[in-house]
C-alpha cells in the first residue's frame, strides 16, 4: 500500500485547512487509519484514528474539538478536517494504514505511512 497526503499550507492562526490521504489500493474493509505529525526538533506525536467502518474514532487531547478525521472506503481515502488552527498546530503530517480494525496512538499498530504534508500556521 502507497499513500499520498495532500491539503497542507500556510495558515493564518484560528482558520482551517483539509488534508486528505489516498491510498494506492484498496486498504481493505478491515484496517483502521491514522495521522500522525512532526514537528522540528520534536518526536512524532498522534493526531487521530478512525476504525476501519468508521464507527469509531480517537482524538489527541491536543487536537479534540478541533479536528475531524473520516473515511471514504469507497475511494480509499481518509482525511482531517483541521479547524481553529494554532501555531503549534505547525508540523508535517502524516497518514498511516493500521494492521488492526481498531487502533489509537500507539505507532508501532500502524504498519504503511505516507510521506507527509506540510501544515503551517502562522500567528
Known amino acids: 500500500v502507497q499513500l499520498q497526503a495532500c491539503g497542507g499550507g500556510l495558515v493564518q492562526a484560528g482558520g482551517s485547512l483539509r488534508l486528505s490521504c489516498a491510498a494506492s489500493?484498496?486498504?481493505?474493509?478491515?484496517?483502521?487509519m491514522g495521522w500522525f505529525r512532526q514537528a522540528p526538533g520534536k518526536e512524532r506525536e498522534f493526531v487521530a484514528a478512525?476504525?476501519?467502518?468508521?464507527?469509531?474514532?480517537v482524538y489527541a487531547d491536543s487536537v479534540k474539538g478541533r479536528f475531524t478525521i473520516s473515511r471514504d472506503n469507497a475511494k480509499n481515502t481518509v482525511n482531517l478536517q483541521l479547524s481553529s488552527l494554532k501555531p503549534e498546530d505547525t508540523a508535517l503530517y502524516y497518514c498511516?494504514?493500521?494492521?488492526?480494525?481498531?487502533?489509537?496512538?500507539?505507532?508501532?499498530?500502524?504498519?504503511?505511512w505516507g510521506q507527509g504534508t506540510q501544515v503551517t500556521v502562522s500567528s
Open positions: 498511516a494504514v493500521s494492521y488492526r480494525s481498531y487502533a489509537g496512538a500507539d505507532s508501532t499498530q500502524y504498519g504503511y
Open positions: 478512525i476504525s476501519w467502518n468508521g464507527g469509531r474514532t
Open positions: 489500493r484498496r486498504t481493505g474493509s478491515n484496517n483502521a
